[in-house]
T-cell receptor, first 114, second 115 residues
Framework: DSGVTQTPKHLITATGQRVTLRCSPR?????VYWYQQSLDQGLQFLIH???????AKGNILERFSAQQFPDLHSELNLSSLELGDSALYFC?????????????FGPGTRLTVT | AQKITQTQPGMFVQEKEAVTLDCTYD???????LFWYKQPSSGEMIFLIY??????QNATEGRYSLNFQKARKSANLVISASQLGDSAMYFC????????????FGPGTSLSVIP
C-alpha cells in the first residue's frame, strides 16, 4: 500500500458526460501528479500540482482539468468524454525533500466510456 | 527529445533464476534520474529503484539492482532469485534532475516467472 488513495476504483459512463476523479496523496507529500495509461499511448503524464499550484502540464487535453485543494487532495475533471478517454488514471505523490524524485502511485481509477 | 526504449515486450524466467530487463534512454539533460516501476496484474504502479546519472555506484534495493552504463545510455534492471510474485509489467522511466515532473515512461516489459 503506497499510502496514496484514489476514488472511485471503477467508473463507467457514457460519451459526452463529465466525471471527477479524486486523489489523496501520502501524508506529508505536497506534490500530486496525474497520469493516463492506455494500451495505445502507454503511461502519459497529464499534470503536476505542488501545494495547490499547478507546476507542469503534460499531454492533457483541454477537456480535462485538475486542481489541488488546501488539504492537498486533488481532483481530475474529465468532460465531454469520448470513447478514447477510456483508460486507467493514476494519481501519484512525491516527497519534496527526496533528492531522488521517486513517485508513489495510487491504485488507479479505471474509466470506461461507452 | 527524451525517449525511453524497452525492446523486450515479453520475458520469461524460471523461478529462482536471475533476469535482466533492458532499458535504453536518450536525453540531452546533463543530470537526470532513472527509475524502474513494477505494475502487477492488479494495476498499481510500485516504485522499485532509482539511479542518479552522477551516482558513482549502481543502485541496489534488495533483489533489484540497476546495471547503469552511462556511456551506452542503458539502465538495465536485474532481478535476482526470481519469485512468482515478480510476474508483472516493468516500466523504465527517466526525468531531468531539475524537473522531476517531466518524467517519461518506456513502453514496458512483461515478465512471467515460471515455476
Amino acid at each position: 500500500d503506497s499510502g496514496v488513495t484514489q476514488t472511485p476504483k471503477h467508473l463507467i459512463t457514457a460519451t459526452g458526460q463529465r466525471v471527477t476523479l479524486r486523489c489523496s496523496p501520502r501524508s506529508g507529500d505536497l506534490s500530486v501528479y496525474w497520469y493516463q495509461q492506455s494500451l495505445d499511448q502507454g503511461l502519459q503524464f497529464l499534470i503536476h500540482y505542488y501545494n495547490g499550484e499547478e507546476r507542469a502540464k503534460g499531454n492533457i487535453l483541454e477537456r480535462f482539468s485538475a486542481q489541488q485543494f488546501p488539504d492537498l487532495h486533488s481532483e481530475l475533471n474529465l468532460s465531454s468524454l469520448e470513447l478514447g478517454d477510456s483508460a486507467l488514471y493514476f494519481c501519484a505523490s512525491s516527497v519534496e525533500a527526496s533528492s531522488r524524485g521517486e513517485q508513489y502511485f495510487g491504485p488507479g481509477t479505471r474509466l470506461t466510456v461507452t | 527529445a527524451q525517449k525511453i526504449t524497452q525492446t523486450q515486450p515479453g520475458m520469461f524466467v524460471q523461478e529462482k533464476e536471475a533476469v535482466t530487463l533492458d532499458c535504453t534512454y536518450d536525453t540531452s539533460d546533463p543530470s537526470y534520474g532513472l527509475f524502474w516501476y513494477k505494475q502487477p496484474s492488479s494495476g498499481e504502479m510500485i516504485f522499485l529503484i532509482y539511479q542518479g546519472s552522477y551516482d558513482q555506484q549502481n543502485a541496489t534495493e534488495g533483489r533489484y539492482s540497476l546495471n547503469f552504463q552511462k556511456a551506452r545510455k542503458s539502465a538495465n534492471l536485474v532481478i535476482s532469485a526470481s519469485q512468482l510474485g515478480d510476474s508483472a509489467m516493468y516500466f523504465c522511466a527517466m526525468a531531468p534532475k531539475t524537473s522531476y515532473d517531466k518524467v517519461i515512461f518506456g513502453p514496458g516489459t512483461s515478465l512471467s516467472v515460471i515455476p
